[in-house]
């Protein structure tokens, strides 16, 4: 079995979804004919025509209101904007049409749309192509956030958020895009949405953490591990709206210890979420003070201080230390 990477999973996915249900389109600024930006959407006009294969203006909001209208009608438009910095300009028919539009029906309409968006910092890009803004699309009651971290779960993840009935935010790290590849076996590779992936299992402490940090975070464990001999446990929590809570209250209920790796700055983002929800449910089992390891709270630099600004291996590392050592 070949191992790919993450464009490859989601290029696959959509073909085979795109292959079983006439009713899967996909739309957004050069997604046709050129393929995407990243190469995502590769190979999806040759195949299956411009009528499913739609490139559009230069125009997130029209963009998403027709995809609105296309969903409500029984489609299943798959959005791409193109980068995340971009996506703002779609805000008002998300927040106002897409996640209200079963409430406001009663029922009648629902909305199955995707919005796919490259987001996130570490390959030298501009600062509206290098921002990790999840927190704006969970805020949102009505609109579910996922974003993967692997070759293994990207495919998976894209496939269960085009089938989902409600609006999906599909945030993909795009430093996670071709920088390393896995072996995926698609019949074993299930990830439901709203379902966090124990990665490694532990006692002495959790780390948590989402997108292209876990990688990262991964590396820090691996030297905590070789240093002290602890065994923390590694949960990727995919679905950042609606949260695992179980799965993260379980976990730090059994290691009395927690780390939580955000890329997005430190100030109203999921890891001050997560410290509250286990400040509710698992706060008299805590031996040490949760950790948050964040980029600083100002807007993203450029190119030659991306690197400083972004969380390293070595700041996980030093709040895991000095988690298990309080």
């Given at each position: 079995m070949a191992?790919?990477n993450?464009?490859?999973?989601?290029?696959t996915?959509?073909?085979d979804?795109?292959?079983?249900?006439?009713?899967?389109?996909?739309?957004?600024?050069?997604?046709?004919?050129n393929?995407?930006v990243?190469?995502v959407?590769?190979?999806?006009?040759?195949?299956f025509?411009?009528k499913?294969?739609?490139?559009?203006?230069?125009?997130?909001?029209a963009i998403l209101g027709?995809?609105?209208?296309?969903?409500m009608?029984g489609?299943?438009?798959?959005v791409?904007m193109?980068?995340?910095g971009?996506?703002?300009?779609?805000?008002?028919?998300?927040?106002?049409?897409?996640?209200r539009?079963?409430t406001?029906?009663?029922?009648?309409?629902t909305?199955?749309l995707v919005?796919?968006?490259p987001?996130g910092?570490g390959?030298?890009?501009l600062?509206?192509?290098?921002?990790?803004k999840?927190?704006?699309w969970?805020?949102?009651?009505?609109v579910k956030?996922?974003?993967?971290?692997s070759?293994?779960?990207?495919?998976p993840?894209?496939?269960a958020?085009?089938q989902?009935?409600?609006?999906?935010?599909?945030?993909?790290p795009k430093r996670?895009?071709?920088s390393?590849?896995?072996?995926?076996?698609?019949?074993?590779?299930?990830?439901a949405i709203?379902?966090?992936?124990?990665k490694?299992?532990g006692?002495?402490i959790t780390?948590i953490s989402?997108?292209?940090?876990?990688?990262d975070?991964i590396k820090?464990?691996?030297?905590v591990?070789?240093?002290?001999?602890f065994?923390?446990?590694?949960?990727?929590?995919?679905?950042?709206?609606?949260?695992?809570?179980?799965?993260i209250v379980a976990?730090?209920?059994k290691?009395?210890?927690?780390?939580?790796v955000?890329e997005a700055?430190q100030?109203?983002g999921?890891?001050?979420?997560i410290?509250a929800?286990i400040?509710d449910?698992?706060?008299?089992?805590?031996?040490?003070p949760?950790?948050r390891?964040t980029?600083?709270?100002?807007?993203?630099?450029?190119?030659?201080?991306?690197?400083l600004?972004?969380?390293?291996v070595?700041?996980?590392?030093?709040a895991?230390?000095?988690t298990?050592?309080f």
């Amino acid at each position: 079995m070949a191992k790919i990477n993450m464009v490859t999973s989601l290029n696959t996915a959509l073909h085979d979804i795109m292959a079983s249900d006439d009713t899967v389109l996909v739309m957004g600024e050069d997604v046709g004919v050129n393929g995407g930006v990243f190469r995502v959407t590769d190979g999806l006009y040759e195949k299956f025509g411009r009528k499913r294969v739609l490139d559009t203006p230069i125009a997130e909001s029209a963009i998403l209101g027709a995809a609105i209208g296309m969903a409500m009608a029984g489609l299943k438009p798959v959005v791409e904007m193109q980068f995340s910095g971009f996506s703002y300009l779609m805000m008002h028919q998300l927040e106002g049409n897409a996640s209200r539009m079963r409430t406001r029906s009663r029922g009648q309409f629902t909305v199955p749309l995707v919005v796919r968006m490259p987001y996130g910092g570490g390959v030298r890009a501009l600062e509206h192509h290098s921002e990790s803004k999840e927190v704006y699309w969970a805020h949102t009651p009505g609109v579910k956030v996922v974003i993967p971290s692997s070759p293994a779960n990207a495919g998976p993840l894209l496939t269960a958020a085009i089938q989902d009935p409600d609006p999906v935010v599909f945030m993909e790290p795009k430093r996670s895009y071709r920088s390393f590849k896995e072996t995926v076996d698609k019949e074993k590779n299930t990830f439901a949405i709203g379902k966090a992936h124990v990665k490694e299992t532990g006692k002495d402490i959790t780390i948590i953490s989402w997108g292209a940090m876990m990688r990262d975070t991964i590396k820090a464990v691996e030297a905590v591990k070789s240093k002290t001999g602890f065994q923390p446990e590694i949960i990727d929590l995919l679905t950042i709206s609606p949260m695992d809570v179980d799965t993260i209250v379980a976990s730090v209920k059994k290691t009395g210890r927690c780390v939580v790796v955000q890329e997005a700055q430190q100030s109203f983002g999921p890891a001050s979420e997560i410290i509250a929800v286990i400040n509710d449910q698992a706060l008299m089992y805590l031996e040490a003070p949760v950790r948050r390891v964040t980029m600083y709270d100002v807007v993203m630099p450029l190119f030659a201080r991306e690197q400083l600004y972004m969380p390293k291996v070595s700041d996980i590392d030093q709040a895991i230390t000095e988690t298990l050592n309080f």
